[in-house]
């Protein structure tokens, strides 16, 4: 998320309400990556916009990280097919328990995103979202029990 969007910090403070107070449970784990696309953010100004953002999610489980280069985005953008290779952002990730970022980003198990060019069934919707991520918490809950 870019932490000058207005939309992008919307959707951090859609995702803390209605995700993360929500879903009490220690099993769930979120990083928050700020990048920069719409405004010229150098390393230091998107280290002090993005502390300034990470009131909109403060829940203790998130860790806040800063992708000056954007990586992530360029990253996202050919996992999602992203129209005109553009960098993905704005964009809200679930993965699933036996998920591993190796060699390549991998794909999200669920996700949602803000904007256009994506199918709109992926419109981020806050309490969709957080339904999809308690059937991953479920299912994992139910792997770690069969073990």
Known sequence: MDPTCPPCRW????IQKQVLETIPTDKLAV?????PV???QDEATLQKNGLKESGRVPDSRAIHYIDPNGFSGKQYSTVLNVPYHAPAWDVYFAFGPDVRWEDRAPTPTEWMFQGEGFDRAHLLD???FAEQIQKLLATAGSKTTKR
């Open 38 to 40: 719409l405004n010229f």
């Open 31 to 35: 990083y928050v990556v700020w990048i």
């Open 11 to 14: 959707g951090a403070s859609e």
């Open 126 to 128: 806050g309490h969709k």
